[in-house]
């Protein structure tokens, strides 16, 4: 497989437009249209180390704080009322929702994404609704494919998810700090994002935040 450096793409989004260094991921709200079907879970996504249950017309586990789940090989994910934290081989890493830079007010959506052996995880916090139900995220090969989701106990508002997709093949690149192919087949010196959007829906299949990528 050919060699591909190695870096961690990390988006977030609100009710308004935020500013990231390589450009403005928008969310889009929902308007109450009705989703697509929802593809399998990824295989990449693994049970809960632990006691964990389902909720009733979700796929949210609730997991209790520092519980270790198993997010793929060699990955480890855990919740603390201050964030969502997981662990590869390259060590631990940490996204807070306690230091402002979420509106946990209003509903939306975030994504981290690196290489992991021979998968590409992504994984990232859903804030601002009660009612989340279903993360998807869609590929730039059209695939969709629906994540897991993690949260406290007593609905605090936010939660976690997790999925794995394959590795873009070279000369195709991982996220905003590359270049690569566009859909034309084209070489091109833009940012590519192989992760089209993460969509957000509650419980009702609705669309509450999309986090799209801004280049490519």
């Known amino acids: 497989?050919?060699?591909?450096?190695?870096?961690?793409?990390?988006?977030?989004?609100?009710?308004?437009?935020?500013?990231?260094?390589?450009?403005?991921?928008?969310?889009?709200?929902?308007n109450a249209s009705p989703?697509?079907?929802?593809?399998?879970?990824?295989?990449g996504a693994a049970?809960?180390?632990?006691?964990?249950?389902?909720?009733?017309a979700s796929s949210v586990?609730?997991?209790?704080?520092?519980?270790?789940?198993k997010a793929a090989?060699?990955?480890?994910?855990?919740?603390?009322?201050?964030?969502?934290?997981?662990?590869?081989?390259?060590?631990?890493?940490?996204r807070s929702v306690t230091d402002g830079n979420l509106d946990l007010s209003s509903p939306g959506v975030s994504r981290q994404s690196e290489p992991v052996g021979d998968r590409y995880l992504h994984s990232g916090v859903y804030y601002g609704t009660r009612d989340a139900a279903r993360v998807e995220i869609t590929t730039r090969t059209g695939r969709t494919v629906r994540a897991s989701m993690?949260?406290?106990?007593?609905?605090?508002g936010w939660g976690a998810w997790y999925t794995t997709?394959?590795?873009?093949?070279?000369?195709?690149v991982f996220g905003p700090e590359g270049a690569g192919i566009g859909d034309a087949g084209e070489s091109t010196d833009r940012p590519v994002d192989f992760i089209r959007s993460v969509t957000l829906y509650d419980t009702a299949g609705r669309v509450l935040?999309?986090?799209?990528?801004?280049?490519?």
């Open 150 to 156: 993690v949260e406290l106990a007593g609905k605090p």
């Open 73 to 94: 090989p060699d990955v480890l994910l855990w919740l603390t009322e201050d964030g969502k934290h997981w662990s590869t081989p390259e060590g631990e890493q940490f």
């Open 165 to 172: 997709t394959e590795l873009p093949s070279a000369p195709a």
């Open 47 to 56: 049970p809960s180390i632990g006691a964990a249950k389902s909720r009733t």
């Open 35 to 43: 989703a697509p079907s929802a593809a399998a879970p990824s295989t």
């Open 209 to 216: 935040a999309t986090l799209s990528s801004p280049v490519g």
């Open 1 to 30: 497989m050919t060699r591909i450096k190695k870096y961690v793409v990390a988006a977030t989004v609100t009710a308004a437009v935020l500013a990231v260094p390589a450009g403005a991921y928008a969310l889009t709200p929902g």
């Open 61 to 69: 586990r609730v997991v209790a704080p520092g519980e270790r789940v």
